[in-house]
Nanobody
Framework: QVQLVESGGDLVQAGGSLRLSCAVY????????MAWYRQAPGQQRELVAS??????YYPDAVKGRFTISRDNAKNTVYLEMNSLKPDDTAVYYC??????????????WGTGTQVTVFS
């Protein structure tokens, strides 16, 4: 069984920064894909950053402000968010696709961490 534990969400003033963390626990052999999504009230969940074998991807709304990274030794995924705007207010979710120690490809989601940006 694999569990994702997110942290770092907070209340921050516009223009500020936050770093979200997502620790991956359990029978993980390799993290193939890692990503961060967000969902604002009344909105669909949207991708804000991903890191795959093909490279990183950021939508225009966050490009240049958000950075996804990982610490393989700690099985931890990060999302560095700078120049935050009120429009960035949402629940942020970590997603990973892993190869388990049993050799299976599996998808997992975190439970979400709230980011609120006020002006």
């Amino acid at each position: 069984q694999v569990q994702l534990v997110e942290s770092g969400g907070d209340l921050v003033q516009a223009g500020g920064s936050l770093r979200l963390s997502c620790a991956v626990y359990g029978s993980v052999f390799l993290i193939n894909v890692m990503a961060w999504y967000r969902q604002a009230p009344g909105q669909q969940r949207e991708l804000v950053a991903s890191d795959t074998s093909g490279g990183t991807y950021y939508p225009d709304a966050v490009k240049g402000r958000f950075t996804i990274s990982r610490d393989n030794a700690k099985n931890t995924v990060y999302l560095e968010m700078n120049s935050l705007k009120p429009d960035d207010t949402a629940v942020y979710y970590c997603y990973v696709n892993i190869q388990s120690t049993n050799g299976y490809d599996e998808d997992y989601w975190g439970t979400g961490t709230q980011v609120t940006v006020f002006s």
